[in-house]
């Protein structure tokens, strides 16, 4: 085969590489976030910013983007980019909004700004924990719905999280000591107190639980060590009096002698 030939076949690959390398890295919808809380107290400000890439991959050229937090006093910043620089941007100061885009006049990115403040718990539940929903995204083309974002967090009160806090602790301590009935007993009244929003009541049966919890298992700690001591007694006993007979048949030996 010739130069020419060679210098051909290896453009020919090098064409097909890039081609699958091209493929391999075709753009995509794709959807970020920074800021979405595991949790947050009530009352207290939560910032989440969301980051749509290719908005007209593998969709329509024209759909509506709506958006719903659970969040109050809020604020959405939605800014269209192209290229990195700035489109367009808009503001809505309602729980939920909608924004149409096209692909004529729209860019290749779009970012969600949300800020707004934790709400307060209308049903306190301690399993599954409270959540509030810190946003949803919806991508809407016709009739067709696609919720490609769903975040959910968990809020509190300083009051909530304490009652909380002691039971599970409590649970620890039952777990700790192997189960007690009495210290189970307890435990479940301390969530009652949780779910009826007695959150002090909740706090004393929890530390209480613990406390029987703790003493059971320092009692079958006592046990367990006066049971080895009692044993080692009798081991020792037992080599005494071993002993003991050993010495006595080695003197009647001797006197039979």
């Known amino acids: 085969m010739s130069l020419t030939r060679y210098s051909e076949a290896a453009l020919a690959i090098l064409c097909v590489v890039g081609l699958l390398v091209s493929a391999g890295t075709a753009a995509a919808f794709t959807v970020s976030a920074e800021g979405v809380p595991e949790e947050s107290a009530v009352?207290?400000?939560?910032s989440?910013?969301?980051?749509?890439?290719?908005p007209f991959t593998d969709t329509s050229n024209q759909w509506t983007l709506t958006g719903h937090t659970d969040l109050q006093n809020v604020s959405w910043t939605v800014t269209v980019l192209r290229a990195g620089s700035q489109v367009s941007q808009e503001t809505y100061g309602s729980q939920n909004f909608s924004q149409g885009l096209d692909i004529n006049n729209n860019g290749?990115?779009?970012r969600v700004e949300l800020v707004g403040t934790t709400p307060e718990i209308e049903n306190y539940t301690y399993q599954p924990r409270e959540q509030y929903t810190v946003a949803t995204l919806t991508r809407v083309s016709g009739n067709n719905e696609n919720e490609f974002r769903n975040d959910t967090a968990h809020h509190y009160t300083q009051?909530?999280?304490?009652?909380?806090?002691a039971i599970e602790s409590a649970q620890?301590?039952?777990?700790?000591a192997g189960g007690n009935e009495e210290a189970e007993g307890l435990v479940d009244n301390a969530v009652?107190?949780?779910e009826?929003?007695?959150f002090q009541n909740a706090v004393d049966l929890a530390e209480q639980a613990e406390n029987v919890a703790?003493?059971?298992?320092?009692?079958?700690?006592?046990?367990?060590?006066l049971l080895l001591v009692g044993g080692g007694l009798v081991v020792l006993l037992l080599l005494a009096g071993g002993g003991y007979y050993l010495l006595q048949q080695q003197g009647d030996d001797y006197d039979a002698l």
């Open 214 to 225: 703790e003493q059971a298992q320092q009692s079958q700690q006592t046990t367990r060590t």
């Open 43 to 46: 009352g207290s400000e939560v």
């Open 196 to 198: 009826s929003e007695n």
């Open 159 to 165: 009051e909530s999280r304490e009652a909380r806090a």
């Open 172 to 176: 620890a301590a039952i777990e700790a």
């Open 108 to 110: 290749d990115q779009v």
């Open 48 to 54: 989440v910013t969301y980051t749509v890439d290719d």
């Open 192 to 194: 009652s107190a949780y």
